[in-house]
T-cell receptor, first 115, second 117 residues
Framework: GESVGLHLPTLSVQEGDNSIINCAYS??????FIWYKQESGKGPQFIID?????DKRQGQRVTVLLNKTVKHLSLQIAATQPGDSAVYFC??????????????FGKGTKLSVKP | DAEITQSPRHKITETGRQVTLACHQT?????MFWYRQDLGHGLRLIHY???????NKGEVSDGYSVSRSNTEDLPLTLESAASSQTSVYFC????????????????FGEGSRLTVL
């Protein structure tokens, strides 16, 4: 999920397939993680979050997996739809209680859904 | 409905000019943030505020300032605009109950696209 240079990583999937978007985080002190979705021309929107005492959390059509051993976070989208096309950002905070909302964002992954 | 609005949505200015981007939220949120978004860098924090009269520097604060005279507004000022400040700017807010956040759900504005020529 991290970009290299000026190019945004892109994931292209067929409508109806499942999507998996990955994110590596670097701060081992981070204990709270969030996924955001940003549609073209709009601000990011909250999708789902997970605390470090969990390794999986499910929402509606989305699942977030957390592997603290390798500092890896993933977002799974089931039955991907054209409306899921967007840039997805992971975000972390080193202290769930003390960060006061000061999040550190990853560089984003662009999801393109082919009809 | 409560919301967060940014203005202007688009701005073209010249190098050296002072520019102010407005951010107004009606949720009565304590904490407000300004981010800039550039391809290859994602969202980077410029300044943030935890309440009236409180301001703090973020990761990329050089050349920017903010003020918080009331709960609803956090204007971002570029004292002397530079071409490197051409970017899309996002304001965000979050409610905090006491010393802990209850959710990481920042509410973002629609963004302000600034071009410095």
């Amino acid at each position: 999920g991290e970009s290299v240079g000026l190019h945004l990583p892109t994931l292209s999937v067929q409508e109806g397939d499942n999507s998996i978007i990955n994110c590596a985080y670097s701060n081992s002190a981070s204990d709270y993680f969030i996924w955001y979705k940003q549609e073209s021309g709009k601000g990011p929107q909250f999708i789902i979050d997970i605390r470090s005492n969990m390794d999986k959390r499910q929402g509606q059509r989305v699942t977030v997996l957390l592997n603290k051993t390798v500092k890896h976070l993933s977002l799974q989208i089931a039955a991907t739809q054209p409306g899921d096309s967007a840039v997805y950002f992971c975000a972390e905070t080193p202290n769930y209680g003390g960060s006061q909302g000061n999040l550190i964002f990853g560089k984003g992954t662009k999801l393109s859904v082919k009809p | 409905d409560a919301e967060i609005t940014q203005s202007p949505r688009h701005k073209i200015t010249e190098t050296g000019r002072q520019v102010t981007l407005a951010c107004h939220q009606t949720w009565n949120h304590n904490n407000m943030f300004w981010y800039r978004q550039d391809l290859g860098h994602g969202l980077r924090l410029i300044h943030y505020s935890y309440g009236v009269q409180d301001t703090n520097k973020g990761e990329v604060s050089d050349g920017y300032s903010v003020s918080r005279s009331n709960t609803e507004d956090l204007p971002l000022t570029l004292e002397s605009a530079a071409s490197s400040q051409t970017s899309v700017y996002f304001c965000a807010s979050i409610r905090v109950y006491g010393p802990r956040i209850s959710t990481g759900e920042l509410f973002f504005g629609e963004g302000s696209r600034l071009t410095v020529l």
